[in-house]
């Protein structure tokens, strides 16, 4: 049983209602729904919710190509260490 309070995207708070939602306005591709509910857009970039995400996706029409619209990960631009973060960057 699925309870719509449940969180899809831990880093960006989106629940189930909020992908429900959001399917019932149009957004039926993995991308659509990113942009209309921020899955997948928080601190992972989709590591842990973009596959839950794009099964849920299927499981509600499951003609939909699963390779249509992939989402990227997009990873820092140079790794960065704790410690460069606490003193700012230096």
Known sequence: MQRRSTVICRCEEVTLEQLEAAYASGC????QLKMKTRAAMGACQGRVCRNLLETW???????????????????PIR?????????GGE
């Open 57 to 75: 996706i299927h499981a509600k029409d499951p003609e939909s190509s699963r390779d249509a619209e992939l989402l990227a990960c997009r990873p």
């Open 28 to 31: 039926r591709t993995s991308r």
């Open 79 to 87: 790794p960065v260490t704790f410690g460069q973060l606490a003193r």
